[in-house]
């Protein structure tokens, strides 16, 4: 059975189905469950003869911390849903502008052996303009991933 599940959530309503699934299946097999939001930066437009350019975010100290804050209310709700359940959490967070690769990142560092995640299910051009993370983290991945829809 699995050691360590990563849980990666944004804390929608979907996130919190494979939040919950996630919770069963390490109370069932003794898993630490933990887990993960990637707070991705907001990139400021910079407008140059009358086109809008994302341009990188500086990263100040204020905008770090309202990051953080962001990512640790996600975190406590999650972690509120699974309290119930009985089973030993972690939490954790990263910024980053590709959320899979600090997905995958945390999983690795966390020495998970299953990531469990949501998807909607975008499937055709709507998937490839939305970018699923959850695409680019079954394609990236060494470590299984179990998909909730």
Do not use: W
Request: aromatic share 6%; proline share 5%.
């Amino acid at each position: 059975m699995y050691q360590s599940i990563l849980v990666p959530t944004d804390g929608s309503e979907l996130a919190n189905k494979a939040v919950k699934e996630a919770a069963m299946l390490a109370k069932s097999g003794g898993a630490t469950l933990v887990l993960f939001h990637a707070v991705r930066p907001q990139f400021q437009p910079v407008y140059a003869e009358g086109v809008a350019v994302p341009y990188p975010p500086s990263h100040s100290e204020e905008t770090r911390k309202q990051m953080e804050s962001q990512a640790k209310r996600v975190l406590a709700e999650a972690a509120r849903q699974v309290n119930s359940n009985g089973c030993t959490v972690e939490q954790d967070y990263a910024i980053s502008s590709r959320p899979f690769e600090a997905i995958i990142e945390a999983a690795k560092e966390h020495k998970c052996d299953l990531i469990a995640m949501a998807s909607h299910g975008y499937g055709g051009f709507t998937g490839l303009i939305l970018g699923s993370e959850t695409q680019k983290v079954l394609a990236n991945s060494k470590i299984p991933v179990l998909v909730v829809r």
